[in-house]
């Protein structure tokens, strides 16, 4: 700044401060998920609607360190630009621990508000499970058994188990929802075909979700085991053979006889 008299103009003052247009930026959006493991969980958001008239330059990351925790603290700093995600590693607290975080945005004036908090499990899906296998079967039900897959990193609280239409049938519905995590076996008793065919598929679940469905098991037929056949009766003998002969069963269980 110059002051001014009639005699002059006087010597310039020294700079001010420097003052920028701008103000500190609004909220990051969408804080999310993008994706956790038992050992880390990595967060993403969107840039604020308003940065405040001036880049973004740093987001600052804040957690509750997992679990009932109220209190906040910062565990991590992005500066990188254009970066909007921060992975947190967590493998030193138990799998399966919930976390929450909350992220605020920085540009050259100052750091803005926080972001509301979320709340993501250091986990993931469960493992795909194996293929359901034949438990046993007859004509009016079919029962199946299947195999725990891995958890995930925290436990399993149920299966879907999924069915076919019959032999030859590649469209599956949900029969049944298992909410019980250590039931393992299910058995179908109703809307079967004596003799038709039927595969099954199995989905795992935990707090996180569901996990992918398996493949399909080895179709299992809706039928019983054939009645007793007739005793074998001797019809002829040679030097090299014998032959004989009987009569087959009355029921054949529902299907159709494959040998004897």
Not at 23 to 50: C, H, R
Not at 71 to 100: D, M, N, P, Q, Y
Request: hydrophobic share 35%; no cysteine.
């Amino acid at each position: 700044m110059i002051a001014t008299t009639v005699v002059g103009d006087s010597i310039s003052s020294d700079a001010s401060v420097s003052i920028y247009a701008a103000i500190i930026p609004g909220v990051p959006l969408l804080l999310a998920k993008k994706t956790a493991s038992s050992a880390f969980i990595e967060t993403q958001w969107n840039e604020p609607t308003d940065t405040g008239g001036t880049p973004i330059t740093s987001y600052l990351v804040y957690s509750n360190g997992g679990g009932s925790s109220t209190t906040f603290a910062l565990i991590g700093t992005v500066t990188s630009a254009g970066t909007r995600e921060f992975k947190h590693i967590t493998s030193a607290v138990t799998a399966g621990t919930t976390f929450k975080y909350k992220v605020k945005a920085g540009n050259i004036v100052g750091v803005g508000p926080l972001t509301a908090e979320i709340s993501i499990i250091s986990a993931t899906i469960p493992a795909t499970p194996a293929a359901p296998t034949k438990a046993s079967a007859s004509k009016t039900s079919i029962a199946v058994n299947w195999v725990a897959p891995a958890t995930g990193g925290t436990p399993i609280t149920g299966y879907t188990l999924r069915m076919n239409g019959g032999t030859g049938s590649s469209t599956y519905t949900d029969i049944a929802t298992i909410t019980n995590a250590s039931t393992l076996t299910y058995t179908k008793s109703s809307s079967l075909t004596t003799g038709q065919a039927y595969s099954f598929k199995l989905i795992a679940r935990n707090a996180v979700g569901d996990s992918l469905t398996s493949v399909a098991s080895t179709p299992i037929t809706a039928s019983d085991v054939p009645d007793q056949p007739g005793t074998p009766t001797y019809t002829s003998s040679s030097a090299t053979s014998v032959a004989f002969q009987w009569v087959a069963p009355t029921q054949t269980g529902g299907s159709s006889l494959t040998g004897y």
